[in-house]
């Protein structure tokens, strides 16, 4: 069937369809590239718990003789050697990137025992978190007497 047009008009249609069927799968290959998870608060809390514990575990990486730094600064500070371990670990954590990119903490060293919970040394050169702030701990035991202590790492922006 041949109209006044003739077979040039066939021809513009199915480039049409063709042009059409491109435009559509375009737009469908970019709708699935786009991000489907929404990003909230807990991923940034989730971000801080990593934060602190890749922090804490590289403080308490094994030495030759079996301890960490993070040990001696434990063990110094409750012998009655003078040391501030708290100020210490907050001077380590001024030396991470982190520090600059306004992540801030709070230190605590808690001695766990029998009786209870006791804050032994704690360094809040920031102030007090807010309450969205993420802790993080990690725990020191300390021989010749057995004594456990919790090392609390508390994160923020």
């Known amino acids: 069937m041949m109209g006044k047009y003739g077979k040039s008009g066939q021809m513009h249609t199915v480039e049409a369809l063709i042009a059409l069927v491109l435009i559509i799968g375009a737009v469908t290959f970019a709708s699935q590239m786009s991000p489907k998870q929404v990003y909230t608060g807990g991923d940034v809390k989730t971000q801080l718990f990593l934060y602190g514990k890749d922090f804490l575990n590289l403080l308490d990486m094994e030495r030759r003789n079996h301890t960490s730094w993070l040990y001696h600064q434990i063990n110094g500070t409750v012998n009655g050697s003078g040391w501030d371990a708290a100020a210490n670990i907050t001077n380590e954590w001024l030396n991470t990137s982190l520090n ?14 029998a009786d209870g919970i006791n804050v032994v040394n704690s360094n809040a050169s920031f102030g007090e978190p807010p309450k969205e702030a993420v802790t993080v701990s990690k725990l020191v035991t300390l021989v010749k007497p057995v004594r456990v202590y919790e090392v609390r790492l508390t994160l923020w922006y």
Do not use: D, Q, R, S
Not at 104 to 113: A, G, P, R, S
């Open 100 to 113: 600059a990119k306004g992540v801030f903490c709070k230190v605590e060293i808690v001695n766990l025992t």
